[in-house]
């Protein structure tokens, strides 16, 4: 994609795929409700109630994330270990986002 005056395009320097990886986990989701049967008021349900809990272990990451951040401790040994949870909840947070 080109370039205009304000800079690059939105997704030009963005690796290709996590788009198309959402949509075809969505309608892999969408496919697998429908062969259980459900009505689409149900399958709209089920989809509302999958989104929330997401929102709800994302905002439990992020709170934790906090947490360690505001951590200060003085022990190398521990600062390493919170580093590493660090590292482990915000692959969580991109995985889920």
């Given at each position: 994609m080109g370039r205009n005056a304000a800079g690059p395009a939105y997704n030009e320097d963005m690796a290709r795929g996590w788009e198309s990886?959402?949509?075809?986990?969505?309608?892999s989701d969408a496919s697998d409700r429908t062969a259980l049967g459900l009505s689409?008021?149900?399958?709209?349900?089920?989809?509302?109630?999958?989104?929330a809990a997401r929102e709800r272990q994302k905002q439990s990451l992020h709170l934790q994330r906090e947490l360690i951040l505001s951590s200060r401790p003085s022990n190398p040994g521990r600062r390493a270990a919170?580093?590493?949870?660090?590292?482990?909840?915000?692959?969580?947070?991109a995985a889920i986002s």
């Open positions: 990886k959402s949509v075809e986990e969505q309608r689409q008021d149900e399958q709209l349900r089920v989809a509302s109630q999958e989104r919170l580093e590493d949870a660090l590292k482990q909840i915000e692959a969580q947070i």
